[in-house]
């Protein structure tokens, strides 16, 4: 069975570090989004993206943030600069439409900010 | 604002017995609502979408119920097994930008 994918499983990274997480969204979804769990806390969505852009965003994802899909498969965010606060697990999801269609969720990545 | 409020917050039952999770919405305009099931430390995995025109709905021994009037949802589980030991987090979709808004969760704890 097709499954959204995310690597890595955990990364550990100082305050102030750049730092890509990735995931392989299900071949076929065209939407994909990116949402955080701090520990003990709900799950947040940062992102959706579409057709190589931006669909939706969230007040959690400023100019810190980015996503990109540089190829036919990868999706990837990036921190910039990254603060103790952004110690939480990531997940990215894919789906085939942004409305009805369910989203399947990779994994997670857990960051831990040092 | 757009709200999803779950009860219990954490929940044990033996295993074998039933139990039904709370979950109360103020989104709007509706689109969908929908139950996940996380376990610890994992990506949420999908039970069941509802839209407003869909009263219940089964997979397994999960049933989920929707009034949309009373913007309530519940979520029963027959005959638990250990392995449905997760948190169940109910997520509604607005049909203005269909984002996902989440509830805390109900963390379930089945005992031997």
């Known amino acids: 069975e097709p499954e959204v994918t995310q690597t890595p499983s955990h990364q550990v990274t100082q305050m102030g570090q750049e730092v890509i997480l990735r995931c392989v969204p299900i071949?076929?979804?065209?939407?994909f989004y990116w949402y955080r769990q701090i520990l003990g806390q709900k799950v947040e969505f940062l992102v959706s993206f579409y057709n190589n852009e931006i669909s939706e965003k969230s007040e959690i994802f400023d100019d810190q943030f980015s996503v990109e899909r540089p190829d036919g498969s990868n999706f990837t965010l990036k921190i910039r600069s990254t603060k103790l606060e952004d110690s939480a697990m990531y997940f990215c999801?894919?789906?085939?439409?942004?409305?009805?269609?369910?989203?399947?969720f990779g994994p997670g990545t857990r960051l831990t900010v040092l | 604002k757009n709200q999803v409020e779950q009860s219990p917050q954490s929940l044990i039952i033996l295993e074998g017995k039933n139990c039904t999770l709370q979950?109360?919405?103020?989104?709007?305009?509706?689109?969908?609502l929908r139950w996940y099931k996380q376990d610890t430390g994992r990506g949420p995995v999908s039970l069941t979408i509802?839209?407003?025109s869909e009263n219940t709905k089964s997979n397994g021994r999960y049933t989920a119920t929707l009034d949309a009037d009373t913007k309530q949802s519940s979520l029963h589980i027959t005959a638990s097994q250990l392995s449905d030991s997760a948190s169940y987090i109910c997520v509604v979709s607005a049909r203005s930008n269909y984002q996902l808004i989440w509830g805390a969760g109900t963390k379930l704890i089945i005992k031997p």
């Open positions: 979950c109360n919405y103020t989104v709007s305009p509706f689109s969908n």
């Open positions: 999801a894919s789906s085939v439409t942004s409305s009805y269609n369910e989203q399947f």
């Open positions: 509802m839209t407003f």
């Open positions: 071949s076929n979804h065209l939407y």
